[in-house]
Structure formats: structure tokens, C-alpha cells
């Protein structure tokens, strides 16, 4: 069950299909479904043209082809958060065909090649095929002849065929603003296939989050002077009406539905004014006020009050980030539609927004938003949205610069881990590029560059999107070419609409009255853009480049830069300059530094480092003690530094009753107990936790077992408390 716990908490993100969870033995079941399911990857991809090998391939999951009727299988030989999930393979297995590829494509057949022409001969892929046949969908849907000319591999025969494709034009520099022409058809269309669903189907508009995301694509994509504008003003109007008026009910997990149907009530007012739904708004607002945990945090379900201090916690199985960001927006987006409709504001709101401030505000400049109170995460950009839902709410904010430009930033560089995420990758496509255009125009328009590719393999023959994605990475179920295609309740269209919608500015969300100050210049829009792809290219800088690295902005790219010294072999000066780097002026540097020393294990820094517990930088502190992970002490060691460690243990701690925004879960400390007390889910006792017992006694061993059980976080507390079960005797 352990093992079980750590692989479910160090998911990404959690998908709304939660709300069926609501006992625990379904939650047990959900665990081992989890544990059992593995991305399956080729180390080489298989050679579809060999005899017997299409018979075997499993088709049950596959990726949409763009516009050209097609679905197709294609080898999976890299990880989703790198971006290189098909970077090995050169073929394609059609598996869906329809109009216009069924002219001259069928089942079965194997795509060999593709490029943009009516004649000559098709060239084999010779990089990552998906990209490949995306760009070269892409030329040509330029101007000109509009044929896609694809090398076909059937029952052994090869020949070159071709496939009409629809004009769209090319993408200007800055798509999709600045009229775009290919961005402008590409919302034209979707738009259109939105309003003719809507308008078809008297029950498009659900009432759960599902149905919230429809109406905000709808509000923000569908203007006056568009066709069909008054139907679709009157639905979301009906709609909106009906949202506002349900019973503020706690079913549950519910958490999703009120913070999506929140979102789009405010939009709604902020852009109609209609003063029907500005009690339900004030409801809901106050419902999500009194939902949230005195950390700041939500959770599938509403918090709750435990015990007779009044402070609301985490029921179910704790927080979830992907959740508390939404929720956090609607909660200032609540609360500035009410000022709009000059309604008094509860105290409750401002002072739930302002615990959220104080929680998401915390992982600023440390890593990603993690999963739920964990610690942010630098290994990746892959968020699954939570970096992008971070940038809006601050952004929404007064006096938040700060956090929003890095937070869009993070959002920018998450590029490279678009196609990322727990139970799939819906939330990313959803509101990261949203995210990123929080930095302004020039801001979004950079991150789409790097993934327009797959944005044009999304789309479908009718305008339509389709959703591929699968647990972790991968592509997804589908029963057709055109058939319903979403991440859960939200459909894919939504997802898009709101992306190509930016430039409408219609709603907060999509850059409505966007704060000038928040708008990033470019060279740190490039240089968000490059961090994405840094870990990838890492290997190939000199030892001058890695030092540079370590004070970079972004702490993905320190991350990188620092484990990457560790493989160097460094001159006695790499070392003494590393060395030096501890006692920085530049909490970057000294973070950076405490990780590579520590990852070499370096004896000569060790005691420096453990004086580093103590240094005025609270992630200078988490850096110092994770660096103790990678150390293997022995005795002499331990007998010089224990004491000290576990001193600085009991003195760094803070009242868990009162909450230091600065850590708002002891985070730093919570790393130092795993180091002292061991890790008992990961069962990491290599470290000092095996000479912390003959600490001597009762000062400071029990002092710090009295410490370290009242720490906020379950996680260092479950540790302490293995520690003293199973490593002290009774008269202990």
C-alpha cells in the first residue's frame, strides 16, 4: 500500500473523473489500477512492412492525423515529459480512414513518407514521423495546390498517393494575433462546429465542469456580428441563469463542478452585466471560500473542521493542485464580478484568496506547482497546467508581478511538456497556452510556435478538434475519425476555441484586460522558450556553460546544470570555484551548488553545507538538506554533525498553528526529517537515520521526535513516527 500511496502522489495532476470516488475501498481499487498501468515504449520501433507484424500491433489507442481523414498508430520510444514520445519512428499504421484520404488510403496500409507536393517522389521520414507528417500537413495547407503527397506501403507494394487538404493559408509571425489568416480559419471553423452542435443539441450545455468550459469557449470565441450570435447569446444566457440558480449542495467531490462553473458565472457577468446570476455567483464564491483548507489548499471534496481549533482540513485523500488553481481563479474572478455588481465582499473571500496567495506563492522560482502539498517540483516543465493556472490567478491579482511573470514563464517553457500528465493531458491543452499569454501577446504566440505542429495534427475535416492523450502520455481511444473526442466532460473543441479565441480579448481569461506590467520582453520570452528544451541539450555544454547555469532563472535549468556537473570530471578549481558558490550573495547559486556538491558527495563542503540549514533563504535550506540524501555518512560524519542537524531541526521549526507563508508546510524541515528520521514510504534510511538513534538522549533526540510529530506535513510526520516505532524501545 505504500508503494502504492508514493506512485499515486507523485502523478501530476488528478482528472475530474474523481467525482465517481467518493468511498474508500473504490479509492483502493483506483490505486491499483493505477500501479498496474505502464506506458508501453519501443526501444525500436517495429518495422510494419515485415511479414506478420501490423497482425500483432495492438490498435486500441491511436493518434488523429489532422485534416485528412486519417487516425493512425505510431510507436511510442521516448518519455511524454521531453516531448520525444515518437521521436524514433518513421512509419505510420493507418487505423481510421474516411474522406479525402479513403481515395486512395485504406486500413492497414503503412505511411512511409509525406510532403507537401501533387508530384514527385515521396522521401521515407527520416525524423520523428507524427511531426513530420504534420509539418508537411501544414505546407500544404498554404497556398497552392493543396495536396498532400503521402509514400504508401500496402500488402508490400510502395507507392506514392495523394491526399487533397483544404487551404487554409500559413501562420504570420505572431499567430495567432495580429490577423493571422490560418489562425482566423482555424477558429472560424471550430467556432462553427461548436455553434451548429450547440444549436442542434438542446442538452449540449451540461451542468458540470464539462458544460462550464463549453460556455466559456462559446463566450469567448462567438462575438456580435458573427452568424448565429443571437441563438448562441440566448442559450448561454438560459444556461447561465439555470448555473447561477442550482443549491450550493456538497455532493461530494465537487470541487471541480463549482470551480469551472464559478469561472464561467464571472465571465459571463463581467461581460454581460446580467444581474440575474450575480447571486449565484455570490453564493458559489462563498461556498468555494468555505471549501478551501487553512493551508490554502483544495481538495476533491469541501474541507473540513476536525477538531475545536476551527480550522478547516483535507478530507478524502488530501489536497490536488490541478483543482486548487481553478478554484483559486474563480475565486478572484468571483470576487471582482461582485465588486462589478457593487456587492459588499465577505470576509471569508478575501480571506481564502489570500491563503491561496500564500500557498501557490510559495513554489514561485522553486519548480512546478506539484500535486497536491508536496514539494515544487524542478525536474520538468510538464505541470499539466497547474504553472498556467498559477499565472492567471496572479495575474489577476494586485501588486503580483512578480509571480505572475514567473509563473508564465514556467507556462512558456511547458512546451516541451505539453503532450504530460496524469489520467492525460486535457488540463495542459486546456489552459497553458492560456497561461502563457499571460506575458503578454508575444508570450503565446512563442510557446504555440513550438507546438503548432501538434495543434495541426489535432484538427479534423469538419473544423473539429480531437483529444488524444492517455495516462502519463501517449494517444487515445477512439471508435472513429469524427466522432465525440474530449478529455472526460470537456470537450475538445472548447480547449482550442479558447486558444484561438485569444486575440478576440473577450474574456479575463484569455487576456481581457491584460495588465501592461505583466507583458515579458522578448529576451525572456526566449529565454523561457529555450529552458524548455534544456535538459535535453545539457550534455552537449561545456563545463563554463553549466557553471552559468547554475544562477539561471528558470530552476528546471539549474536542476539540469547541477546534476550534469556531478558527471563532470572536475579540475580541483571547478571544485573550489562549486565550493565558493555556497557562500553566493545569489540564493540561485547556493541552491545550485548545494545540489551538485551534495549529488558528488564532496566531503570538503559538508560541513558547510550542514551550516547552510540555517541560511536566511528558506530553499537554500530544502537544497542543503536534499543534498544530505546523496551522501553516504559515515560514523566520524555523523558524529560531527548529527547533533548540530537535529539542533537546527528543532530550532528551524515553526509553530504549526500559525502559518509562515514563507513555508507554509515546513517544507525545508520536512526535507531535514526524511534525512534524520528516514522515509518511510520510499524506506530511506541509507542516510543519517541510522546513527540518529544513539543521538544522545533526551536532548536533542526526543526534543526532535516532539518536533518532527507535529509537523503540518503527513508525509515527514508518518516518518518520524515509523522512526520511533520501530527504532526505540519502550522505556524510550
Not at 539549474?558 to 573550489?576: G, I, K, M, V, W
Not at 531535514?672 to 544522545?696: M, P, R
Request: with cysteine; net charge neutral; aromatic share 10%.
Amino acid at each position: 500500500m505504500r508503494r502504492l500511496f508514493a506512485l499515486i502522489i507523485d502523478f501530476d495532476d488528478i482528472k475530474p473523473i474523481m467525482k465517481s470516488l467518493q468511498n474508500p475501498t473504490k479509492l483502493l481499487a483506483l490505486f491499483f489500477v493505477f500501479s498496474a498501468f505502464t506506458t508501453s515504449a519501443f526501444a525500436v520501433p517495429p518495422d510494419l512492412t515485415q511479414s506478420g507484424v501490423i497482425a500483432g500491433i495492438n490498435r486500441s489507442e491511436t493518434y488523429n492525423l489532422g485534416a485528412t481523414g486519417m487516425r493512425g498508430w505510431i510507436a511510442l520510444t521516448g518519455g511524454g515529459d521531453t516531448g520525444l514520445i515518437t521521436d524514433q519512428s518513421r512509419q505510420i499504421l493507418v487505423t481510421h480512414c474516411v474522406a479525402p484520404a479513403s481515395a486512395v488510403l485504406a486500413v492497414d496500409d503503412v505511411i512511409l513518407g509525406a510532403m507537401a507536393a501533387s508530384s514527385g517522389t515521396v522521401p521515407d521520414f527520416t525524423s520523428d514521423c507524427r511531426k513530420a507528417f504534420a509539418t508537411a500537413i501544414a505546407d500544404a495547407e498554404k497556398t497552392g495546390a493543396g495536396t498532400l503527397r503521402v509514400k504508401r506501403w500496402r500488402a508490400g507494394a510502395i507507392t506514392d498517393q495523394n491526399i487533397p487538404i483544404t487551404i487554409l493559408g500559413n501562420y504570420n509571425a505572431t499567430a495567432p494575433f495580429n490577423n493571422c489568416p490560418k489562425s482566423t480559419a482555424i477558429l472560424n471553423n471550430v467556432r462553427n462546429k461548436m455553434v451548429a452542435d450547440l444549436l442542434a443539441d438542446p442538452n449540449y450545455l451540461s451542468t458540470g465542469f464539462g458544460g462550464s468550459t463549453s460556455g466559456l469557449a462559446l463566450l469567448s470565441g462567438v462575438k456580435p456580428g458573427d452568424p448565429d450570435y443571437e441563438a448562441v447569446r440566448v442559450r448561454l444566457e438560459t444556461f447561465a441563469r439555470a448555473q447561477a440558480a442550482r443549491p450550493v449542495v456538497d455532493e461530494g467531490i465537487i470541487i471541480w463542478d463549482w470551480s469551472y462553473m464559478l469561472i464561467f458565472l464571472s465571465e459571463y457577468y463581467l461581460l454581460t452585466n446580467d444581474a440575474q446570476v450575480v447571486q449565484g455567483i455570490q453564493n458559489y464564491t462563498l461556498a468555494l471560500s468555505r471549501a478551501q483548507s487553512y493551508y490554502g489548499t483544495f481538495g476533491h471534496e469541501t474541507c473540513v473542521i476536525r477538531d475545536d481549533s476551527g480550522r478547516r482540513v483535507s478530507r478524502f485523500y488530501g489536497p490536488v493542485n490541478a483543482v486548487g488553481g481553478t478554484a483559486m481563479i474563480a475565486l478572484t474572478l468571483g470576487k471582482k464580478a461582485l465588486v462589478a455588481a457593487g456587492q459588499a465582499i465577505a470576509p471569508e473571500i478575501d480571506a481564502a484568496i489570500t491563503r491561496g496567495t500564500g500557498f501557490f506563492a510559495f513554489c514561485a522560482y522553486k519548480g512546478s506547482i506539484p500535486y497536491g502539498e508536496h514539494a515544487p517540483g524542478a525536474a520538468n516543465h510538464a505541470s499539466n497546467g497547474k504553472d498556467a493556472m498559477a499565472a492567471i490567478f496572479f495575474s489577476l491579482l494586485p501588486g503580483r508581478e512578480l509571480e505572475t511573470e514567473y509563473f508564465a514563464r514556467m507556462s512558456i517553457a511547458g512546451w516541451i511538456g505539453r503532450e504530460y500528465g496524469h489520467t492525460g493531458q486535457g488540463l495542459s491543452y486546456y489552459w497553458t497556452t492560456l497561461g502563457a499569454l499571460m506575458g503578454g501577446p508575444d508570450a503565446a504566440s512563442e510557446h504555440l510556435k513550438q507546438v503548432r505542429w501538434h495543434l495541426d495534427l489535432s484538427r479534423r475535416t469538419d473544423g473539429s478538434f480531437a483529444y488524444d492523450g492517455r495516462e502519463q502520455y501517449g494517444p487515445s481511444a477512439a471508435s472513429s475519425y469524427l466522432g465525440y473526442s474530449g478529455y472526460d466532460q470537456m470537450s475538445a473543441n472548447a480547449m482550442y476555441l479558447l486558444t484561438y479565441s485569444m486575440p478576440l480579448k473577450r474574456l479575463w481569461i484569455t487576456g481581457k484586460s491584460a495588465n501592461p506590467a505583466h507583458t515579458l520582453d522578448n529576451t525572456k520570452i526566449a529565454n523561457a522558450v529555450a529552458a524548455g528544451s534544456y535538459r535535453l541539450e545539457v550534455t552537449t555544454k561545456t563545463t563554463s556553460d553549466l557553471f552559468t547555469a547554475l544562477g539561471q532563472y528558470d530552476p528546471v535549468v539549474r536542476y539540469y546544470a547541477s546534476r550534469e556537473l556531478a558527471t563532470r570530471s572536475l579540475t580541483s578549481t571547478d571544485l573550489t570555484n562549486l565550493r565558493n558558490l555556497l557562500t553566493s550573495l545569489d540564493p540561485k547559486l547556493r541552491q545550485s551548488a548545494c545540489q551538485a556538491l551534495g549529488l558528488l558527495q564532496d566531503a570538503t563542503a559538508l560541513p558547510t553545507i550542514v551550516g547552510m540549514l540555517n541560511d536566511s533563504d528558506i530553499w537554500v535550506r530544502y537544497k542543503a538538506a536534499e543534498a544530505f540524501g546523496s551522501y553516504t555518512f559515515t560514523q566520524a560524519q555523523a558524529d560531527s554533525h548529527l547533533v548540530t542537524m537535529l539542533n537546527t531541526f528543532i530550532n528551524n521549526a515553526t509553530d504549526p498553528n500559525v502559518i509562515d507563508w514563507n513555508d507554509p508546510i515546513q517544507t525545508s524541515n520536512g526535507k531535514l526529517s526524511h534525512i534524520l528520521f528516514g522515509n518511510v514510504i520510499d524506506g530511506n534510511e541509507k542516510n543519517l537515520a541510522l546513527y540518529t538513534v544513539n543521538a544522545t538522549k533526551p536532548s536533542p533526540l526526543y526534543d526532535a521526535i516532539r518536533v518532527g510529530l507535529r509537523q503540518p506535513d503527513s508525509h515527514p510526520r508518518l516518518g518520524v513516527l515509523s522512526f520511533a516505532r520501530n527504532r526505540l524501545g519502550v522505556a524510550d
